[in-house]
C-alpha cells in the first residue's frame, strides 16, 4: 500500500492510497481459498471446488466485500499511523468509471482511493494557576423559604363560595366565547373555566374587566392580544369575550403548618422547609455553577487562538443557525424585526460555533491529559435522565440511543465538559464572595441582555436558545424563567 500525502494546506489534507493490484489478487486468492471449504455448489463435492470456478462466480462480489472493507478500515489506520486526528469523518473517493471500476474488481487494476480531511490541530497546554474565579454564594433566609412555601401552597388553597362581587385573588368560574371581527376563532371558548383573578394566566387586560362580577352576570369585555403572542392568526388583534359568571369563591387563608404539609404529601412542616430551602439552594448553585463556569471558559477563550476546524465550525452552526430560523419562524417575524439582517447575523453567529469549537477542542484535550472518564453509571443516569422527560416514549428513545451512531456522545458530552471543570476548579483560584439573590440574578440578567446587543444579528429569544444550548461554552439561562400554568383546557390557550 503505498500513501501520498497531496494536500497539506492548514488543517486540510489530502491523501492518495494505492493497492497494487497484486496485493488486491492476492487478498482475493485468500479469501477463495477460505470460501472453497464453506460453499455448497451442485455438482461438486465439498471443499472440491475449483478455485477458478469460485473466482468465476464469486470473485466481484469478493472483491466488492474487500474494497468496502479497507475504505471501512484503512483510513482510521492511515491517521493513527500518521499521527493525526480526523475533526470529522474523513471523506472518500474512488474512481467512477465504470469500466476502471470493472478493473478493479477482476484484479486488473490498482485500487485507488482518495481521503480528504481536516486535522485537529495539536493543543499545547498551558498552565491554568494563572485562572481564577470568583464563586457568588447566597446564603437562603428563613423569609425567602417562607415566601416560596406560600407560592407552593396556593397550589393546595381552597376556596369557598361566596355572595357578592369578585375581589382580586378570588376565583371566577365562567364560560366564555372569544371573537374576532365578530367571528369565533379555535381555543377561544372554554365552559366551566377556572381563573384567579390577579394571576396573570390570562391576556393583560382579561382578568382586570371580571373584578366586580357576580354569579349569574353576563359580559362582554374587550382585549387585546399581545404582538408576541404565539398564535400568529391572533397576535396584534382586537377581541371581545362573552362572559357567563357561574360562580365566584373566595380564597381561604394560608397556614404553614403540618396540615398543608400533609396535603403536599410531606410528613411534617419542619422537613416541607428542609425540602424548599434544598430546593432553593439549589436553583442559586446552578446559578453559581454557570457563571462560574462561564469566567473559566471566558479565561480559556483568551488563553487559546488557533485555527478550527471549518467542518466542525459549519456543523456547529448549521445547528445555532436552524435554531435562529425555527425561532423566527415560530414567532411569525423577520430579521428586520429584530432590527438586523439575515447577512449580519450569520457573521455573529459563525463567530459564536468558531468559540464552541475552539473551546470544545481545549476542553477536550485538557480532560483527555487528565484522565477523565465518563463512566457507565453515569452515562445510565443520563439515559434514564432523557427517559423522564418523554413519558411513554421509552422505547422510541432507548430504540434511538442504540441504533443511532454517535448518539451516546449526547449524553457522554454534557458529563465529560462538567468533570473537566470540576478538575480545573479544583487547581485554580477560586474567591467565595457572598452576595444577595438580586445581586446573583441582575448581573445575570444584564449578561444575558448585553447578549443580543453585542449580536445585532441575534433574534433575542433565538440567541437565548442558542446559548443555553451551548455545550463547548456552557452558556446556559441563569435565571429561573416564570413558568406557564398548566392548561385545564386546550380553549384556555387563547385566553391565556
Known amino acids: 500500500m503505498q500513501v501520498t500525502e497531496t494536500l497539506a494546506e492548514g488543517l486540510k489534507r489530502e491523501i492518495k492510497v494505492v493497492i497494487p493490484k497484486k496485493d488486491m489478487e492476492a487478498e482475493l486468492n485468500v479469501r477463495l481459498a477460505d470460501a472453497k471449504d464453506k460453499v455448497r455448489i451442485n455438482g461438486f463435492r465439498p471443499g472440491k471446488?475449483?478455485?477458478?470456478h469460485l473466482k468465476?462466480?464469486?470473485?466481484?462480489?469478493?472483491?466488492?466485500?474487500?474494497?468496502?472493507?479497507?475504505v471501512r478500515e484503512r483510513p482510521t489506520k492511515i491517521l493513527s499511523e500518521r499521527g493525526e486526528k480526523s475533526a470529522t469523518q474523513p471523506s472518500v473517493a474512488m474512481t467512477e468509471d465504470e469500466a476502471e471500476a470493472e478493473k478493479i474488481l477482476n484484479a486488473q487494476a490498482d485500487f485507488e482511493f482518495t481521503l480528504s480531511y481536516e486535522v485537529i490541530p495539536p493543543i499545547e497546554l498551558k498552565p491554568t494557576s494563572g485562572l481564577s474565579v470568583v464563586r457568588e454564594v447566597v446564603e437562603v433566609t428563613e423569609e425567602e423559604v417562607t415566601e416560596q412555601i406560600e407560592k407552593i401552597a396556593?397550589?393546595?388553597?381552597?376556596?369557598?363560595?361566596?355572595?357578592?362581587?369578585?375581589?382580586?385573588?378570588?376565583?371566577?368560574?365562567?364560560?366564555?366565547?372569544?371573537k374576532v371581527d365578530g367571528e369565533a376563532f379555535d381555543g377561544g371558548a372554554a365552559e366551566d373555566a377556572?381563573?384567579?383573578?390577579?394571576?396573570?394566566?390570562f391576556i393583560p387586560g382579561f382578568e382586570d374587566q371580571l373584578i366586580g362580577v357576580k354569579a349569574g352576570d353576563e359580559k362582554q369585555i374587550s382585549v387585546t392580544f399581545p404582538a408576541d403572542y404565539p398564535a400568529a392568526n391572533l397576535a396584534g388583534k382586537e377581541a371581545t369575550f362573552d362572559i357567563t359568571v357561574k360562580e365566584v369563591a373566595a380564597p381561604a387563608a394560608i397556614e404553614i403548618n403540618d396540615e398543608l404539609a400533609s396535603k403536599l404529601g410531606?410528613?411534617?412542616?419542619?422537613?416541607?422547609?428542609?425540602?424548599?430551602?434544598?430546593?432553593?439552594?439549589?436553583?442559586?448553585?446552578?446559578?453559581?455553577?454557570?457563571?462560574?463556569?462561564?469566567?473559566?471558559?471566558?479565561?480559556?477563550?483568551?488563553?487559546?487562538?488557533?485555527d478550527t476546524p471549518q467542518g466542525l465550525v459549519d456543523?456547529?452552526?448549521?445547528?445555532?443557525?436552524?435554531?435562529?430560523?425555527a425561532d423566527l419562524q415560530q414567532s411569525g417575524k423577520t430579521f428586520e424585526d429584530e432590527d438586523t439582517t439575515e447577512e449580519d447575523a450569520r457573521v455573529e453567529y459563525r463567530k459564536l460555533a468558531e468559540r464552541r469549537v475552539r473551546l470544545g477542542l481545549v476542553l477536550s484535550e485538557i480532560g483527555e491529559k487528565?484522565?477523565?472518564?465518563?463512566?457507565e453509571e453515569e452515562m445510565q443516569r443520563a439515559l434514564y435522565a432523557q427517559l423522564q422527560q418523554f413519558p411513554g416514549q421509552q422505547k422510541e428513545i432507548l430504540d434511538f440511543f442504540r441504533n443511532t451512531p454517535g448518539a451516546s456522545a449526547s449524553l457522554r458530552a454534557p458529563i465529560f465538559e462538567e468533570k473537566v471543570v470540576d478538575k480545573l476548579l479544583s487547581e485554580i483560584k477560586v474567591t467565595d464572595k457572598t452576595v444577595t439573590k438580586e445581586e446573583l440574578m441582575a448581573e445575570d440578567e444584564a449578561e444575558s441582555a448585553e447578549k443580543p446587543a453585542k449580536k445585532k444579528a441575534a433574534p433575542k429569544k433565538a440567541a437565548a436558545k442558542a446559548e443555553a444550548a451551548d455545550a463547548a461554552e456552557g452558556e446556559e439561562a441563569a435565571a429561573p424563567k416564570k413558568k406557564a400554568a398548566p392548561k385545564k383546557k386546550a380553549a384556555e390557550d387563547s385566553a391565556e
Open 370 to 375: 487528565a484522565g477523565v472518564e465518563v463512566t
Open 194 to 201: 377556572e381563573l384567579v383573578l390577579g394571576s396573570g394566566r
Open 56 to 70: 468465476k462466480m464469486y470473485g466481484k462480489s469478493i472483491m466488492a466485500d474487500l474494497v468496502n472493507e479497507i
Open 266 to 306: 410531606i410528613e411534617s412542616v419542619d422537613r416541607l422547609k428542609e425540602i424548599v430551602r434544598g430546593q432553593i439552594e439549589s436553583q442559586y448553585g446552578s446559578v453559581t455553577r454557570q457563571k462560574v463556569k462561564r469566567q473559566i471558559l471566558d479565561q480559556l477563550d483568551e488563553l487559546y487562538k488557533f
Open 154 to 178: 396556593e397550589s393546595a388553597r381552597t376556596f369557598e363560595t361566596k355572595k357578592g362581587k369578585a375581589a382580586n385573588g378570588d376565583r371566577v368560574t365562567m364560560n366564555y366565547l372569544g
Open 315 to 325: 456543523a456547529e452552526f448549521e445547528n445555532i443557525w436552524r435554531q435562529i430560523n
Open 49 to 52: 471446488v475449483p478455485v477458478a
